[in-house]
């Protein structure tokens, strides 16, 4: 299976911060990758698809990008909304495979 | 507007079975793919089971490969997975999600998901 690694783990950052989150896979995937927001209770929602395509109705602030094994996800100026967990997801293959989420906080 | 409801979950004992639903509205459920994706209580996401739109190509992740059977019934709108010989950490919340037209493993919609614990 392919490995999906995010850093960090956590992230703390202010309403009005840019903060990038990062995604590495354990061997190419292209521009397989998706990013996905989810919030307590709730279900992931699709942020960006084919590593840098934003999804229908999905904020400009939000960007992607990255080839091959390396990718991130940017914001470039925090909303209260979004403070959530992220989750990078590889879809190249049969197993697709998600990082291990990363939990942005209110500083 | 698409909707996924998923049912059926619940409290069952280890060794035990329980089958999941996932009801489908507002998009043409034959013609899409669906996967079961579940995460356990505090942690990430773990894509289980595919099927494709006419239910001839099935993928299970290798944790539940042998135990769990998804299908579905184009006539009904409505996807299925059957979970048997259940461990403790098959413990977690269970979403349906529809697969993109591009890849079936892109997940564009989700459901609320249905809490499964395996517990005695």
């Known amino acids: 299976d392919i490995q999906m690694t995010q850093s960090p783990s956590t992230l703390s950052a202010s309403v009005g911060d840019r903060v990038t989150i990062t995604c590495r896979a354990s061997?190419?995937?292209?521009?397989?990758l998706a990013w996905y927001q989810q919030k307590p209770g709730k279900a992931p929602q699709l942020l960006i698809y084919?590593?840098?395509t934003l999804e229908s109705g999905v904020p400009s602030r939000f960007s992607g990008s990255g080839s091959g094994t390396d990718f991130t996800l940017t914001i470039s100026s925090l909303q209260p909304d979004d403070f959530a967990t992220y989750y990078c997801?590889?879809?190249?293959?049969?197993?697709?495979?998600f990082g291990q989420g990363t939990k942005l906080e209110i500083k | 507007e698409v909707q996924l409801v998923e049912s059926g979950g619940g409290l069952v004992q280890p060794g035990g079975s329980l089958r999941l639903s996932c009801a489908a509205s507002?998009?043409?459920?034959?013609?899409?793919?669906m996967n079961w994706v579940r995460q356990a209580p505090g942690k990430g996401l773990e894509w289980v089971s595919y099927?494709?739109?006419?239910?001839?190509?099935?993928y299970y992740a290798d944790s539940v490969k042998g135990r769990f059977t998804i299908s579905r019934d184009n006539a009904k709108n409505s996807l299925y997975v059957q979970m048997n010989s259940l461990r403790d950490e098959d413990t977690a919340v269970y979403y349906c999600?529809?697969?993109?037209?591009?890849?079936?493993?892109?997940?564009?919609?989700w459901g609320q998901g249905t809490l499964v614990t395996v517990s005695s």
């Open positions: 061997q190419s995937i292209s521009s397989w």
């Open positions: 099927i494709s739109s006419s239910d001839n190509t099935i």
């Open positions: 997801q590889q879809y190249n293959s049969y197993s697709p495979t």
């Open positions: 507002g998009f043409t459920f034959s013609s899409y793919s």
């Open positions: 084919k590593a840098s």
């Open positions: 999600a529809r697969g993109d037209h591009s890849s079936g493993w892109l997940l564009d919609y």
